[in-house]
Structure formats: structure tokens, C-alpha cells
């Protein structure tokens, strides 16, 4: 998706002249892109009075006579704050990019229409119960309020594309779920990266780059060896979210009660992914996190329990490789012969353009990816096609009625009962209530493979063999969840969460454990905590990375003959805390260094296929550097005719890469720091690569941290800014069950998506130097902390009624 974006905002370069024009413009008519935040609103659609009341970081609180009209307020207040945000996502989810961004975005349109996330979210939304639909409606009439309240200028994304939205509809709430889930699956992406590794490399190779690695399947047909694969690939390869929690009982806190820390890492971007909110029900608080769009509050808590997500990595998806009938391409086989695909045919608007129409095909496992389009195109082999298996594409999803629900738990056991209907996308929730308890749960629809389907989920398999199918789904029960432990403490950071013994088969492909590792080491460091030294640990910058690797590093250069400049380096290293600081240049050494000797292990066996696989790959560097066999062959650049020791590779990558910090930030050590390099950039989509207007889009900080410290900042190896932080916590919040008034929370741009807002990059600042903010549900306090409000009542018909 990144991939067709990036195009679209080249193409918008053009515009930059006009767009100059407009910002003036656009100051000029200040007040009419911005909401109204004070005073009274008569609007269609209440049947009773809602009040937003916005602080000074313009964090609302939202009450109302009943739930109905709370949800119609949140509804306006997104739109009021992030209607930009809104219309992009839905528009992806729906495949209705070209609309407004001509044939650049055919491509991707065409892929998401075959996957049809939009009709998964129609048909599951059909699907709720009446009880959850009418917050979804309440909500869709809210944001529809505000487009007809806001006859003047909206945003300035929508002057800029002479655009202006489409009514809301509770289905585009069911599609923002369905978007967050595609952001949070990868198994079918590493399944194709394998398979295209097997191209050139054995599979013996591929499990000590990509470990584990399930054994080749003869019946499937061989990718062709002129796959080739572009530089420009990695900055369509996705980020998969990340994130850390925990959470500790009475018996580790200085309350008694228990607390419950949660940093979800994802996509950096303008505005944040997340918008924080109060919802003052009539008998419940409910504060957090919320998705613009989405009438709930997903990361939070209310009067009675808390909870917090990670990304669980579940082993959800699957590709299958169907076989064409070579008599009637419109058929495929299955173990019970041959099959009709089902079809449909869709129109794709096209701005400037010829409406295009495509035929959509689905197996029986799932959508047809076109062979031209997407992750498998370069895997197409004649007779053959492929099927992607998914379980977030049910038509049954009920993770919206679970979400809902959640809000209102009012225990342990009832927040565990509201997840029986979560679906998509599996996360490992932490919880914590009132009373004391606290657990951990990984809530998913996952799928079961037979024992005789050796390829686990790590590989494509043939669609024609009914070992490879799904066997159903696990049970409810049988799902990973403690609670209670009598260590009084769990965490969670994307690791492995089931012992060795557990039965089923939820992941083989678990993130590193260098973030777990440190949460445990710094729980354990504290026999009492509190809000502070939790929020200690969510800015944590040592690198366990460092730890464990930069000792042996340093070994490998100790001897070799160096200039001054890259005496002074080592020392440097050699003297360093391991912790990432943004004023110090040892943190840049250390990653600009982890990723040159990435490089130089294995660009040499991959060739043109480098770029898929390039990441820090620290299990296979650990093992480089403990000279490990079959691993230390790596080693050897099989492109020169000398045999090159790790030693030898990693003097090598030393002196590469300080000959790049050189290049990039001058000769002097003293001026490096890693805060140049490691700028959090929160990019806007789709302008935050226009030349000219990005700065005024953009947000940029400075940040500590990096990779493999518990405070975040991942960085992307191939793209032109190699340590730019575009993937961390854009939402950190602490939960203190024994007075959930003082819970503390933060987001990473500001609570605004208009540029022109003083609410738009705000909060940036407090977020890149670690500093949280209370959101208070007393009636009292809210009235003290007010800056504006502003109340929605009933427009009244020509005979008196509510219209």
C-alpha cells in the first residue's frame, strides 16, 4: 500500500506550486477549516442535548441524556478533528482510491477490491446484533451532522483535491477494524518472501535467515529463477505493528492495587493513529485510546477494569496455490475435482480518467490475487494462481460487537466474555481490574492445520491437496491466557507467548525477545512501582541489542589497523552504556554499524533479492559472531575469490559504515548524535512526500531510543533516511487501578489532523520527551480544565419537534 502512496505523492508534486498559492489561502480563511469548539450547535438527527467539553491539549469529554447521543458527539468530534484521517482510511478500505487520485491508485484499488475488506466489513456489520448497530448508526449521524453543519472549508487536503466526502455509514466504522488488521498481519507477506527466496537460496539457507523454515512442497510448481526484485521494493515492504504491556498486582505496587502499562507500536503518521477521548456515560467513564471513525474506545479503561493490547503475530493467514483446469481457466482444482471460481465484476471510478472494470475471482480458500498486481506478482507461474486465506474476511466478524462491549466490563470475567466475539486482528491483551485481578489473553479466530500439513503456515501450499485446508478454528478455552500468576506480573512485546508444550499451533514466527527480556529485568528491579517508574520503563533507552552483541563486536575490530576517526569510534563504543540517547553518537555507531554488517552478510548470496529480506536479523548475526556453524558460511563473500572470515566481514562493516556517518553528518565525532538521525517522522498521507508543502504537513522530533529498547523507534534499512524513527508508540498510556483519575496517557502528534489547528502537533514535543498527561473524569475538574465547549441540541422542526 505504501508502495502505490509513495506514487501518488510524486505525482502531487506537481501541485506544489498551486498548493503554495493555497496556504495562503488557507491562512486567510483560518476559521473556516477550523471547527466550532464553542457555543451551541442545532443539529438533525438528536433526540436529546451531548456536550464536548475540550481542554487545553483539546482531549474532549463527552456526555449526553443517553448513549445514543454520546456516540452521535464522538461521531462530530472526529470529524470536527480528523475528518482527512477518516476519509483516506475508508477510502482504502473501500478500493476508491482513484476517485481521487487518478490512475495511479488503479492498482491498488484493484487489489483491494479483489480482497474486498469493504464487503467483509458490510457482511459482518449485517451480521450484529441490533444492540451494537445503533451505536454505529448514533455515531455515523454525528459525523454526517458535522458535513452538514461545515458548509464552508473543510481541511486542507480537501481543498487541495476540490473534494468533499460522502455521507458516513456504519459499514466504513466496520472497515476501519478491517484496515487495522491489515496492518497487523503478515504471514502471507513471509510466506511469499520465502518462496521467493527459495529461488536461489536451499531451504537449509533460508531457516538461518528466516528461521524456522518448513520443507519445500514438491507438488507446488517452481517460481520462475528471473524473479528479480528492485531496490524501491523495501519501501513497499510493511512495518508490522509492534507494541509492549504489562501489567502487575497489588502485591508489586506501592498502592496495593494493580497497574497496567500499554505502548502499541505502529506506522508513525500525521495526524496520530490514535485520538484520545473521555465518553461520560450515564454510568460509566470510559477513557483512552480511540480509532477516528470508530465509535469505542479501543486502548483504555472505564470505572471498574483496564486493559492494553500487543500485536500477537497469530499465524492467521495462508496462501494457497490453485491450479487452473488448462480447459476452462474459469475453474480450479480441488481434491473433489474441478471447480467453478466464484466471480464478480467490479467498476473502479478513475479520476481523469475511463472507469476500468475487473473481474474479481475467489477459491474456496479465498480471493484471487491477480497475477499481475501485488505481493505474488513475480511468482506467477502459467496454470496457477493465488489464494489467500484470512480469517479477518469472514463474513461472521463480530470483533466490533467485542470492542463494544468491552468498554462496558465491569470485571475480569466480563471483560473475557466480551472477547468470545473477537475475531481480527489477534492481540495478546493484558487486563487489570478494581477488585485486584489481573491476566493476559490472546483473543483471535485462529485457524487449525492437521499434523499432516508440514508446511505450518510458513510456505504456500497446493490448493488441491485437502491436507494443506483449514481444520476449523481453536476454541475459545483453548486460547493462550493466565491469570493471577503468583509472580503477580505479565507482559507481553510481540514474543513468544506459549511454552514450547502448548498443543496448538499459533505462530512460528515470534519477534526477538530483546524487548521482553528488558520489561521482565526492570519489573523485577522494583518491588513496589508506581506510575513513575512504569513510565520509566516505557522511555527505557538501553538496547539489549548493544548488550548482547556489542562485546563481540567490539572483539572483531580491537586488532585492526584504524584511522583516528575510527579509533575514536570503537573507544566510544567501547566506553558506552548501551543506552540510546538522542544527544550521543554511540547509538548511531552502533546501528549505522548492525546494518552495514547485515548487509555485507548476505547481499552477496541474495543478489537482487537483498532488499526483502534486509533487516537487522540479530539471531543470525549472534550466531555469525559466536562462530557458529552452518552460520559463520556467511561470512564468506562468495562474489570475490578470496574466503573471507567474520572477522574479516565484520572490520569490513566497521569501516563502511563510519565512512557513512562521514558522508552524512561531517568528520567531527563530537557533533554526531543520534537525535540527527533518529528524527520520529510522523508522515502525512498522501502529502508528506510533496516536495515543498511535506514541512508543513510533516512532524519531526528528535527522539532516543531505537530498534531494540523498550522505547521504540524503528527505522527502515533501505530507505533514503536509514535511521529516521518511522514506527513507534503512538499512543503510551499507564493505568492506575487504585485511582484511575491519575492514569496517564499520550499520543505523538496532537489531537487535531488540521495543520492550521494549535492542537495539531502539540502534544509531539511532551511525547518525544517522555511526559504523560491525566485525563479526569470528575465533573468538577473537567469544568476547571475547560477551554472551550460546546453543546449539541436538537434543530427543531417548523411544528416544534426534533428533526
Known amino acids: 500500500m505504501k508502495k502505490w502512496l509513495k506514487r501518488i505523492a510524486v505525482a502531487l508534486a506537481a501541485l506544489a506550486g498551486t498548493t503554495i498559492a493555497l496556504l495562503v489561502v488557507w491562512h486567510v480563511r483560518l476559521h473556516d477549516s477550523l471547527p466550532t469548539t464553542k457555543g451551541t450547535i442545532e443539529v438533525a438527527g438528536l433526540t436529546g442535548s451531548a456536550q464536548i467539553v475540550r481542554d487545553k491539549y483539546g482531549v474532549p469529554h463527552i456526555s449526553g441524556d443517553t448513549p445514543s447521543e454520546i456516540y452521535f458527539a464522538l461521531g462530530f468530534a472526529h470529524a470536527q478533528d480528523r475528518?482527512?484521517?477518516?476519509?483516506?482510511?475508508?477510502?482504502?478500505?473501500?478500493?476508491?482510491?482513484?476517485?481521487?487520485?487518478?490512475?495511479?491508485?488503479?492498482?491498488?484499488?484493484?487489489?483491494?477490491?479483489?480482497?474486498?475488506?469493504?464487503?467483509?466489513?458490510?457482511?459482518?456489520?449485517?451480521?450484529?446484533?441490533?444492540?451494537?448497530?445503533?451505536?454505529?448508526?448514533?455515531?455515523?449521524?454525528?459525523?454526517?451532522?458535522?458535513?452538514?453543519?461545515?458548509?464552508?472549508?473543510?481541511?486542507?487536503?480537501?481543498?487541495?483535491?476540490?473534494?468533499?466526502?460522502?455521507?458516513?455509514?456504519?459499514?466504513?466504522?466496520?472497515?476501519?477494524?478491517?484496515?487495522?488488521?491489515?496492518?497487523?498481519?503478515?504471514?502471507?507477506?513471509?510466506?511469499?518472501?520465502?518462496?521467493?527466496?527459495?529461488?536461489?537460496?536451499?531451504?537449509?539457507?533460508?531457516?538461518?535467515?528466516?528461521?524456522?523454515?518448513?520443507?519445500?512442497?514438491?507438488?507446488?510448481?517452481?517460481?520462475?529463477?528471473?524473479?528479480?526484485?528492485?531496490?524501491?521494493?523495501?519501501?513497499?515492504?510493511?512495518?508490522?505493528?509492534?507494541?509492549?504491556?504489562?501489567?502487575?498486582?497489588?502485591?508489586r505496587t506501592k498502592s496495593g492495587k494493580p497497574l497496567l502499562a500499554n505502548d502499541p507500536h505502529l506506522g508513525l503518521s500525521t495526524p496520530s493513529v490514535w485520538y484520545l477521548a473521555h465518553l461520560a456515560f450515564p454510568d460509566q467513564d470510559v477513557v483512552g485510546g480511540t480509532l477516528p471513525g470508530v465509535p469505542a474506545v479501543i486502548l483504555g479503561r472505564n470505572d471498574h477494569i483496564s486493559w492494553g493490547f500487543t500485536n500477537t503475530g497469530g499465524d492467521v493467514q495462508d496462501i494457497f496455490v490453485e491450479k487452473l483446469n488448462p480447459e476452462n481457466d474459469g475453474e480450479y482444482l480441488t481434491p473433489d475435482g474441478f471447480e467453478a471460481f466464484e466471480t464478480r465484476t467490479e467498476t473502479i471510478k478513475v479520476r481523469l480518467g475511463s472507469d476500468i472494470e475487473t473481474e474479481i475471482r475467489r477459491s474456496r480458500h479465498g480471493p484471487v490475487i491477480p497475477t499481475d498486481l501485488g505481493f505474488t506478482s513475480e511468482l506467477a507461474v502459467d496454470g496457477h494462481v493465488f489464494a489467500l486465506a484470512w480469517t479477518a474476511l469472514s463474513d461472521d466478524d463480530e470483533t466490533l460487537r467485542a470492542g463494544m462491549s468491552v468498554m462496558f466490563a465491569q470485571s475480569s470475567d466480563a471483560f473475557l466474555s466480551a472477547l468470545r466475539h473477537y475475531h481480527a486482528p489477534m492481540q495478546s491483551m493484558v487486563y487489570a481490574d478494581v477488585s485486584g485481578d489481573i491476566g493476559l489473553i490472546a483473543p483471535a479466530r485462529v485457524p487449525k492445520r492437521k499434523s499432516e500439513n508440514t508446511a505450518r503456515g510458513l510456505t504456500p501450499v497446493p490448493g488441491w491437496i485437502d491436507t494443506y485446508d483449514w481444520d476449523g478454528f481453536l476454541p475459545f478455552e483453548a486460547l493462550p491466557q493466565w491469570s493471577n500468576p503468583d509472580s503477580g506480573q505479565l507482559w507481553t512485546a510481540n514474543n513468544q507467548i506459549v511454552p514450547d508444550s502448548y498443543p496448538h499451533l499459533i505462530s512460528l514466527e515470534w519477534d526477538d525477545d530483546h524487548r521482553a527480556r528488558r520489561i521482565e529485568t526492570l519489573l523485577n528491579q522494583t518491588d513496589a512501582h508506581t506510575i513513575e517508574t512504569f513510565a520509566a520503563m516505557q522511555m527505557d533507552d538501553i538496547s539489549q541489542l548493544a548488550v548482547d552483541l556489542l562485546p563481540s563486536l567490539l572483539e572483531t575490530v580491537a586488532s585492526e589497523k584504524l584511522s583516528v576517526l575510527e579509533i575514536d569510534a570503537w573507544e566510544a563504543l567501547s566506553d558506552w552504556d548501551h543506552v540510546m540517547r538522542v544527544d550521543q553518537a554511540e547509538p548511531l555507531i552502533f546501528i549505522a554499524w548492525m546494518r552495514e554488517l547485515s548487509r555485507q552478510l548476505i547481499s552477496d548470496e541474495l543478489g537482487d533479492q537483498f532488499f526483502m529480506a534486509w533487516g537487522y536479523n540479530p539471531d543470525m548475526v549472534s550466531a555469525v559472531l559466536a562462530g557458529e556453524a552452518p552460520f559463520t558460511d556467511w561470512c564468506d563473500d562468495v562474489s570475490s575469490e578470496a574466503t573471507e572470515t567474520c572477522t574479516d566481514i565484520a572490520k569490513r562493516a566497521f569501516k563502511k559504515s563510519i565512512a557513512r556517518i562521514v558522508s552524512d553528518y561531517g568528520s567531527r565525532i563530537d557533533t554526531w548524535q543520534w537525535g540527527h538521525a533518529h528524527q520520529a517522522v510522523h508522515s502525512h498521507t498522501p502529502f508528506g512526500s510533496v516536495p515543498v508543502i511535506k514541512n508543513f504537513f510533516n512532524i519531526e522530533q528528535a527522539t532516543s531510543g531505537g530498534p531494540y529498547t523498550l522505547n521504540r523507534g524503528q527505522n527502515r534499512l533501505g530507505s533514503a533516511r536509514p535511521f529516521a524513527n518511522i514506527h513507534g508508540s503512538g499512543y503510551r498510556a499507564i493505568y492506575d487501578l487504585s485511582d484511575l483519575d491519575k492514569s496517564a496517557y499520550m499520543i505523538s502528534t496532537g489531537q487535531s489532523g488540521n495543520p492550521l489547528s494549535k492542537h495539531y502537533a502539540d502534544l509531539s514535543v511532551l511525547w518525544a520527551e517522555g511526559t504523560y498527561i491525566e485525563i479526569t473524569t470528575d465533573p468538577d475538574e473537567i469544568e476547571d480544565q475547560a477551554v472551550a465547549a460546546l453543546t449539541l441540541s436538537p434543530r427543531k422542526s417548523a411544528d416544534g419537534s426534533n428533526q
Open 83 to 251: 475528518l482527512w484521517q477518516m476519509e483516506m482510511i475508508r477510502r482504502i478500505g473501500q478500493g476508491r482510491l482513484s476517485e481521487l487520485f487518478g490512475s495511479l491508485a488503479t492498482d491498488a484499488d484493484i487489489l483491494l477490491r479483489t480482497i474486498d475488506l469493504y464487503g467483509a466489513a458490510s457482511r459482518g456489520y449485517a451480521a450484529l446484533p441490533s444492540e451494537i448497530k445503533s451505536p454505529l448508526v448514533a455515531y455515523s449521524d454525528g459525523v454526517n451532522a458535522f458535513l452538514e453543519h461545515s458548509d464552508g472549508a473543510l481541511p486542507p487536503e480537501f481543498s487541495i483535491l476540490r473534494h468533499r466526502p460522502e455521507a458516513w455509514k456504519p459499514e466504513d466504522s466496520a472497515v476501519i477494524i478491517k484496515f487495522m488488521a491489515v496492518g497487523l498481519s503478515s504471514n502471507a507477506f513471509r510466506e511469499v518472501i520465502r518462496t521467493r527466496l527459495n529461488t536461489i537460496l536451499p531451504s537449509d539457507k533460508i531457516a538461518e535467515l528466516m528461521p524456522p523454515q518448513a520443507p519445500v512442497i514438491a507438488e507446488l510448481p517452481k517460481p520462475p529463477q528471473e524473479a528479480q526484485q528492485a531496490e524501491a521494493y523495501l519501501a513497499a515492504r510493511p512495518l508490522i505493528g509492534a507494541s509492549n504491556n504489562w501489567v502487575v498486582d497489588g502485591s
